[in-house]
């Protein structure tokens, strides 16, 4: 794809789908960020690896609590499988 075709794409989305699934950006948005400030001053020391996959899972929370979609579902699990992966590497 070229940088206008991903451009275009990318404004078709945010401005459709996107925006009719999860509602207005604006709160979305706000919504992750108090949930990984929560998730991230309870931690006490830096970020793993597995605190991605967590947090994403919380990125999908907080998409759910607008529209429950299955695939959001199957993310969510998908996002825990990996953590629980990663949290057992080099262990």
Known sequence: MTRNEILDT???LING????DYGDAYLMHARVAALWTTY?????DDLKPVDVAMMLVLM?????IET???DSFVDIAGYAALA????NVGS
């Open 68 to 70: 429950p979609k299955d």
């Open 84 to 87: 629980g992966e990663i949290s």
């Open 10 to 12: 990318a404004k078709t």
């Open 40 to 44: 991230v001053r309870s931690k006490t």
């Open 17 to 20: 789908d996107r925006a009719r």
């Open 60 to 64: 999908k929370v907080a998409r759910s």
